[in-house]
């Protein structure tokens, strides 16, 4: 039987492979590394023991369709998207949402128009300013008992 064992990569699109590129790096650090010849541009960056490729390609991105990366911070990712205008409010209900178990989604829109969802826990450690703007998923949409019990991260 073969048993997975982690994701090891995420493939997207990227309309313009330059300023996706630059958007990953400035978003989550993101280090391209070497990158095999597909016969157009592709780029490879690693994301700790994950890695994001990035290909060229004139092609429009889902609604709802998305990768997610956990962080250690939410507030650097958060001044990142600031920056680049990326904030999505629309596909989930809010760019900020606290999900059952003290974790908090941030909603972000790559240079391509790719959904990107970032988790990390601790609403405690936001700052004020991102609490203010912060949406509870229960307040869109209700959750029983089982529902408040889910956790998004896999125990160890």
């Known amino acids: 039987m073969i048993c997975a064992m982690r994701i090891n990569h995420v493939s997207v699109n990227a309309r ?41 390609r004139d092609l429009q991105p889902t609604s709802h369709h998305h990768f997610a990366v956990a962080v250690d911070d939410i507030e650097p990712a958060y001044r990142a998207a600031e920056r680049h205008d990326a904030f999505d409010d629309t596909a989930f209900g809010n760019r900020l949402v606290e999900l ?21 826990p601790g609403v405690d ?4 300013e991102l609490r ?25």
């Not at 958007?23 to 391209?32: I, K, N, S």
């Not at 590394?33 to 990035?54: C, E, K, M, S, Y």
């Not at 450690?125 to 004020?128: A, G, T, V, W």
Request: proline residues 9%; hydrophobic residues 45%; charged residues 25%.
């Open 16 to 56: 313009d492979l330059r300023d996706s590129v630059a958007f990953y790096v400035d978003l989550l650090g993101a280090e391209p590394i070497d990158t095999p010849n597909f016969g157009l541009p592709v780029q490879w960056l690693a994301l700790g023991r994950t890695q994001l490729h990035l290909f060229q």
């Open 100 to 120: 059952p178990g003290d974790l908090v989604q941030l909603y972000v829109r790559d240079p391509a128009g790719n959904l990107v969802e970032l988790d990390c």
């Open 125 to 128: 450690r936001l700052p004020d």
């Open 132 to 156: 203010a703007r912060l949406k509870r998923l229960w307040d869109f949409h209700p959750q029983d008992d089982v529902n408040m019990r889910a956790r998004l991260f896999v125990p160890d």
